[in-house]
C-alpha cells in the first residue's frame, strides 16, 4: 500500500546484527567428550558385568558391599554399610570407593553339540566381518553367570566358599525340582554390544533358573559378599562382546543383526546343568581354556 510503513525504505542501521557462530568453547567440547567416554565406559561395564569378565588389577585388595544397612564381617574387622559402596580394610577403616568385579558364580555349559553350533555362528560373524575376530569368547568358557562380585582373596575367599556351600544346601532344601536343564534357543544382544545365545523361552526353565540366582545371590550377601549388578537376572551366554576389542570402536559401533540374522531362531541344544562353580576373572586360566576354578560343587548330587 502506497504511503505506508511497509514501503518506506529501511535503514541498515535499524537491521539487527548477525548472530555469530560460535565454536563450541573449550569447555564444551570437553564436557561432550566426558559424556562418549563415559557411555563407552558404562557400555564396557555392562558387558563386564554380564559376562563374567573384567580388567580389574589383581592388585586390588577390597570387599565391596553395594546394599546399604549391611554389617559386613571378616576375620579382623566388623563394619556397617550405610553407604551404596564402601572400602573395607584390614583394620576396619570406611572409604567411599569402586572395585571392578573379580569373581563370580557359574553354570559352566560344556555340551560339545552346543559348542559346536555356537562355533559355527562365531565363524560366520569373522566372515562377514573380519575384524570381529577379536570380539569373540574362547568357546571353551561358556557358562551362565549367576551374579559377580568383587572378592578379596586374602580375606574373604574361604567365605565365599562357604556362601557357594550354603547356597548349594539351600537349592536342595527350598527348589522343588532335583535337577536343572537348560536349552538354548536364538541369539540376542544386550545393546548390540554383547552377543548371546538365549535360553529357550519356557516359564518353567524361566522359574527354575531365576530360583537359583535368587538363592545364590541371597546366600553370598548373608556371608558378606554382595553382587556387583543389582539389575533384574537375565540368564544368556555370551558368544562375542565389543568390549573385548575397545580399539575396534572406531570402526565397529556395535553388533548388526544381518550378519546373525539366519541363526536368531536357531536350536543350539539342551545342557543338563549338574555343578556350580566359583570362578576368578583374573588368574590364569586352566589347561582346558576354561576359568580357573576356586570351588566347584554337585548341585543335586551328593
Do not use: W
Not at 541498515?12 to 548477525?18: D, F, G, I
Not at 554389617?71 to 564402601?86: C, D, Q, W, Y
Not at 576354561?290 to 570351588?295: G, Q, R
Amino acid at each position: 500500500m502506497p504511503g505506508s510503513d511497509l514501503d518506506a525504505p529501511i535503514s541498515t542501521e535499524e537491521l539487527p546484527s548477525p548472530v555469530k557462530q560460535c565454536e563450541p568453547s573449550k569447555r564444551v567440547r570437553r564436557n561432550r567428550a566426558q559424556r562418549r567416554q563415559a557411555k563407552r565406559e558404562e557400555d564396557d561395564d555392562h558387558a563386564n558385568l554380564v559376562d563374567g569378565s573384567s580388567s580389574t588389577s589383581q592388585n586390588d585388595k577390597v570387599v565391596i558391599i553395594e546394599r546399604s544397612d549391611m554389617t559386613l564381617l571378616t576375620a579382623t574387622s566388623s563394619v556397617t554399610v550405610t553407604e551404596e559402596s564402601v572400602h573395607v580394610g584390614v583394620e576396619g577403616k570406611q572409604k567411599p570407593s569402586k572395585r571392578h568385579p573379580n569373581y563370580f558364580v557359574a553354570l559352566p555349559i560344556s555340551g560339545e553339540v552346543m559348542r559346536s553350533k555356537l562355533e559355527d555362528v562365531q565363524k560366520h560373524l569373522v566372515k562377514c566381518q573380519p575384524s570381529l575376530k577379536r570380539t569373540l569368547v574362547d568357546i571353551r568358557t561358556l557358562h551362565l553367570t549367576l551374579m559377580v562380585f568383587y572378592l578379596d582373596e586374602d580375606l574373604c575367599l574361604h567365605d565365599a566358599r562357604r556362601a557357594l556351600q550354603a547356597s548349594v544346601e539351600a537349592i536342595k532344601s527350598e527348589c522343588d525340582f532335583s535337577s536343572l536343564t537348560v536349552q538354548f534357543e536364538g541369539l540376542d544382544s544386550f545393546r548390540d554390544q554383547v552377543l548371546f545365545a538365549k535360553p529357550k523361552e519356557n516359564e518353567e526353565q524361566e522359574r527354575n533358573l531365576a530360583k537359583v540366582a535368587e538363592i545364590v545371590i541371597r546366600c553370598f550377601k548373608e556371608h558378606g559378599i554382595a553382587s556387583s549388578d543389582n539389575r533384574p537376572f537375565n540368564a544368556h551366554m555370551t558368544i562375542a562382546k565389543l568390549s573385548n576389542a575397545p580399539e575396534l570402536r572406531r570402526v565397529v559401533k556395535k553388533f548388526k543383526s544381518d550378519d546373525y540374522y539366519q541363526y536368531a531362531a536357531d536350536d543350539f541344544g539342551i545342557e543338563d546343568i549338574k555343578v556350580v562353580q566359583l570362578c576368578s576373572m583374573l588368574k590364569p586360566k586352566q589347561e582346558n581354556g576354561y576359568y580357573h576354578v576356586a570351588e566347584q560343587l554337585s548341585l543335586f548330587g551328593d
